[in-house]
């Protein structure tokens, strides 16, 4: 138990340099882009003195780089995420874009592992067989293609051409699909879902598969075997918890991945999520937005690693020592 | 009286890879008396291990016993259905495997991997388990068992890993057990000790054993029978005494002159050559191509097994015109 | 067949290009590879019309579906997509090769030395490598690609594409090379070289690197379909450069019309699939040859 909370905090401790690389780059990238004054200068055309002074000294720019950082960085701190360049503020808008995209991506991710742990250990019991030779190669089509052009492809078919589901949006405007409001949301959540799912499944089952496969050949599998154990019990609980584990790694890096891929998905089925929202604001050159979508999902990611790293510990107490 | 406990005849297993098939067993046969310690000695490759594992039908894929009969305490095992093949695995029979480091489960306690087995043959409660999985690791001679109890084999030392494994195949007192070159991954002066334990246990619980190792002085201190396999066959077959007094096959007497002294434990690298191709094996005797008595008959017969004396068996076609070394002490 | 062996040499690089050979998944995606790299080469005879060239505008046929005379169909605009597809094939390749090899030789040098020399510097470049491999890196792409596009003139295009994508992407091969170098190092040939008198560099260029360059070979090939990939996301968004023609462009161009010209968006798509998956499949076979584990 001490070793595990040890481990934790050393993740944790981790985290914090990562996460200020990030703010760093985030910060350096954004302030490229110009001073927010001849931003605004830009937007409001002739602006009066007194008010570019009140701006002024509000982002702070009569001082150098990095101490205009630090402001930011403190304001971070409490929570004060900056005011966009449309006037609102970025704390309040980024709430519901957060939930929007975590319904999506935390339920992709729930079914990918649901579905893909059973199929990678079916498919590495029956290596060979045409199933497994079925499973392996939709799996590699799964990720040698962009997430959001499946998209568009089901779009087109299924709610272009067939009209059976909706195609943008999380909810729908002017009636509800299926009925009632619940199924609204349910009829929109399928196809960014399958999408997400579908592409998510294809790593954790090629994945699963690979560790599965050698797992199986170790010897105390076969030790296993040889004290008389069920040939299930064998498989899934001696042999699927060694397996499990680095899968369990990969999972946290690809949710970080998938949550990068957000803006490309979220665009392509007009869902209003934190990637969408994200393009937007890179397109409009937005920075304060920018700087705070880049935060949030920054640490929505650093808190997805810190729970598979635990979960890795949790299955494999070798990772505590050292 | 001497009652057969194991008995292999013509036994064949083969591996059905890519490459071809590997004939890692093809055509031995081995009896086992009850009480007895019979050692099973080769090179690595020379299909020992799989001869447990063929036994235990746990031979992994792609492999699987094509031919032969194995019959334990008078019945067939071959053609018994799964369940009932595994209510004798580590209950009837067990294996001790080279390697503890990789025979351990990593992610599970000593103790888990004790007591599963426990409740699974035995039908104690874990309660009940846990008492009986600390007392046999007093008997393997561990120390604080109550720690290690709860410990996780990387926790533990070689020596020790070792214990628990023979921990783990005797729990249920099993009639047989194969080890399977039990100290060869651990230190020499670690090795002493845990042959001496086996001894130990073997006395007290009036087990069967097969010695599988590579190492003639094991086999001078361990067994009473021995069996010489090769690449799948057997070459030799004697008493222990007999078979290092006057050795009958070449290949027997090449092992014994690669020990230099039967106390010393040396991994074999004398014998000039390699294990030949399984898939394609030499024809004639397998042997011929190492063997520096070969002949013209060797390249081109197998040699059958023949009677050479009590319980003296040898597969040579040339033993009567060869006068092997042996060795005494 | 183990004399074939020693007559033909047992290298590792022989024994893989004869497990290679014999993987039929392997030579499909190699042959695909081939496929493109031929395409991308020959690209400005075989392509019917110049890039982004409006010319069947002209001809009266803008927004046509597949016909015989272009295959893909046309946009809106007057674009023939077939053109547009094979003129995207040479930009998209030199996307991904690019950026691999450049991100394969900052991960080698940085992964190298990271784990050669202990002590701060090597925490430090752990720690980095960390980073980079941790951080939503799309979102810090896009953000780069527009900023920088914003700032420096325009015809830089694919390069500074490559150029950010280099910047982030090295991590993946630097991690590996830290670990391998740290395995190596501690391996008997290392202190056999060291005893006869061989200085630190020496040891690591002549004696580690060439032992690592079989991982590093499997992830430069998987690593250009992901940047492929990437590149396919950031034009898609809108944050490439309009006056390139790339994959990503086109799928940009197709979703604006995806309820009329749903072509544009089928097509150059099922390129980006082909030629990944040929990347992909060439990769894991490269795995598979080399590194022998998962087979017996």
């Known amino acids: 138990m001490a070793s595990l909370i040890r481990y934790i905090i050393r993740r944790l401790l ?24 001849n931003l605004i200068r830009v937007g409001l055309r002739n602006p009066n003195p007194a008010v570019l002074e009140a701006l002024t000294h509000y982002y702070h720019l009569d001082q150098p780089v990095w101490q205009r950082f630090l402001y930011w960085l403190w304001d971070l701190m409490h929570g004060n995420l900056g005011v966009s360049i449309s006037g609102r503020p970025v704390a309040s808008q980024i709430g519901p874009w957060a939930l929007s995209t975590l319904e999506l991506q935390v339920l992709a991710l729930i079914l990918s592992i649901v579905i893909g742990i059973p199929v990678g250990v079916y498919s590495s019991k029956h290596q060979y067989s045409k199933m497994d030779y079925a499973i392996t190669t939709t799996a590699i089509f799964g990720y040698s293609m962009p997430t959001f052009w499946l998209g568009i492809m089901l779009v087109i078919i299924f709610s272009f051409n067939l009209g059976l589901l909706p195609g943008s949006g999380a909810v729908s405007v002017s009636y509800y699909w ?17 999408v997400l799912t579908y592409v998510n499944l294809a790593t954790i089952v090629r994945l699963v598969r690979a560790n599965m496969l050698e797992v199986m050949r170790q010897d105390y599998i076969l030790a296993a075997r040889a004290s008389g154990l069920s040939e299930r019990t064998v498989t899934y609980r001696y042999a699927l918890r060694n397996a499990v584990s680095p899968v369990v790694t990969i999972i946290g890096l690809g949710f970080g991945a998938a949550l990068g891929g957000a803006p490309a998905l979220e665009t392509t089925f007009s869902w209003p999520g934190l990637g969408y929202a994200f393009t937007q604001a890179a397109l409009t050159l937005d920075i ?18 810190l729970i598979t790293d635990l979960t890795y510990a949790l299955l494999d107490p070798r990772v505590t020592i050292g | 009286m001497k009652e057969k406990l194991l008995e292999i005849s013509d036994l064949r297993t083969y591996f059905f890879t890519e490459a071809g098939v590997v004939k890692a067993l093809d055509g031995i046969s081995l009896e086992v008396n ?63 495997f080279q390697d503890p480091t990789t025979s351990l489960n990593p992610v599970y306690t000593v103790g888990k991997q004790l007591t599963d087995i426990l409740m699974l043959h035995r039908e104690l409660t874990k309660a009940d388990a846990s008492k009986r999985a600390l007392s046999l690791l007093e008997r393997v001679g561990i120390q ?26 005797l729990s249920c007192e099993p009639t047989l057990l194969f080890a399977d070159e039990p100290t060869t991954n651990l230190d020499v002066t670690i090795q002493a000790q845990v042959l001496e334990l086996l001894g130990q246990l073997q006395k007290e619980l009036g087990m069967t054993m097969v010695m599988i190792t590579h190492d003639m002085g094991i086999i001078a201190d361990m067994t009473q029978r021995v069996t010489v396999l090769y690449a799948g066959k057997v070459m030799e077959v004697a008493d222990t005494p007999a078979i290092f007094k006057s050795p009958r096959h070449p290949y027997t007497e090449a092992l014994l002159k690669a020990v230099p002294s039967v106390r010393q434990t040396r991994a074999l690298e004398v014998i000039p050559g390699n294990i030949p191709n399984l898939i394609e094996p030499p024809a004639g005797c397998v042997f011929h191509p190492r063997c520096k008595y070969a002949k013209d008959i060797c390249t081109k017969d197998e040699p059958p097994l023949e009677k050479v004396g009590d319980g003296h068996y040898t597969a040579c076609h040339l033993w009567r015109e060869l006068n092997l070394e042996g060795r005494t002490g | 067949m183990s004399e074939e062996h020693l007559k033909r040499g047992a290298s590792q ?153 280099s910047f982030f992407g090295w991590s993946s091969i630097a991690f590996i090379v830290r670990g391998e170098t740290l395995r190596l190092k501690e391996m008997e040939f290392i202190q056999a070289a060291r005893s006869l008198g061989a200085g630190s560099f020496r040891l690591l260029f002549r004696h580690i690197v060439p032992n690592i360059l079989s991982p590093v070979i499997v992830v430069a090939t998987l690593n250009i379909a992901g940047f492929i990939l ?27 019309l995806v309820r009329t010209d749903w072509w544009v968006s089928l097509f150059p798509g099922l390129a980006v699939v082909l030629c990944v998956l040929g990347f992909n499949l060439m990769g894991d076979g490269l795995s598979d040859a080399l590194n022998p584990r998962l087979r017996e």
């Open chain 3, 13 to 165: 690089w022989s024994v893989g290009w004869r497990r290679f050979r014999k993987n039929k998944s392997a030579l499909i995606g190699s042959a695909i590879v081939v496929f493109f790299i031929a395409v991308a080469i020959l690209a400005p005879y075989i392509a019917p019309y110049p890039a982004r060239s409006y010319l069947p505008l002209y001809e009266g046929e803008a927004g046509t579906p597949p016909s015989f005379k272009h295959p893909l169909g046309v946009e809106d605009s007057g674009i023939d997509v077939f053109s547009e597809t094979i003129h995207g094939t040479r930009n998209d390749l030199y996307v991904g090769l690019a950026a691999s090899l450049i991100t394969t030789l900052i991960g080698v040098a940085l992964g190298a030395l990271a784990g050669y020399f202990k002590g701060a510097v090597s925490d430090i470049l752990l720690g980095v490598i960390q980073v980079f491999f941790v951080i939503p890196v799309l979102l810090l792409i896009l953000l780069f690609a527009r900023v920088f596009s914003f700032l420096v003139f325009k015809g830089l295009g694919l390069t500074l594409i490559v150029l950010i994508l």
């Open chain 1, 14 to 37: 981790f985290m914090i340099p990562v996460f200020l690389g990030v703010a760093i780059l985030t910060y350096g990238v954004g302030n490229a882009a110009g001073s927010p004054l």
């Open chain 1, 288 to 305: 304060p937005l920018v700087q705070g979508i880049t935060i949030v999902i920054t640490l929505m990611v650093l808190v997805a690693i």
């Open chain 1, 178 to 194: 299926w009925g009632n409001p619940l199924l609204d949301q349910i009829a929109h959540l399928i196809l960014p879902t399958l």
């Open chain 2, 34 to 96: 009850k009480g007895q310690t019979v050692g099973l000695v080769g090179e690595s490759g020379s299909g020992k291990s799989v001869t447990a594992q063929s036994v235990l039908r746990i031979v992994p894929r792609p492999g699987r016993v094509v031919d032969g009969s194995i019959k334990f305490e008078g019945e067939e095992l071959l053609s018994k259905p799964e369940n009932e093949m595994r209510k004798l695995r580590g209950r009837k029979m067990a294996i001790v």
């Open chain 2, 144 to 169: 604080e068992p109550e720690k290690r109890l709860n410990a996780y084999p990387h926790e533990l030392s070689g020596g020790m890993k070792q214990r628990v494994a023979i921990a783990r195949a």
């Open chain 3, 230 to 256: 990437t590149e396919v996301v950031v034009s898609f968004l809108g944050f490439g450069d309009a006056n390139t023609s790339t994959w990503g462009l086109l799928l940009n161009e197709g979703f604006s």
